[in-house]
């Protein structure tokens, strides 16, 4: 098929008339998209729950164990007798 047999094929289809819509369609499609906009929502809400509890669990952490500091040298001995 070359390309004048394609726009022909393709101004035919486009003059058609296009098939009927089913009645219950749109309902269908409202009910299905406010499920989708529910589970969306929920899923982001539950996501920002554990972005939270993940930043305060690594807030307690961070402030009990004081990982910056460095922990005290058990290589050398004290200096003892001056």
Known sequence: ???????????????????????????????????????RRRARRLLWLLLCAAAVALTVWAATVHPWAQPPSSTTPPVTGW
């Open 1 to 39: 098929m070359n390309r004048v047999e394609r726009e022909a094929a393709a101004r035919r289809l486009m003059e058609q008339t296009p098939p009927p819509v089913p009645p219950d369609l749109y309902g269908e499609v409202l009910r299905r998209g406010g499920r989708l906009l529910r589970r």
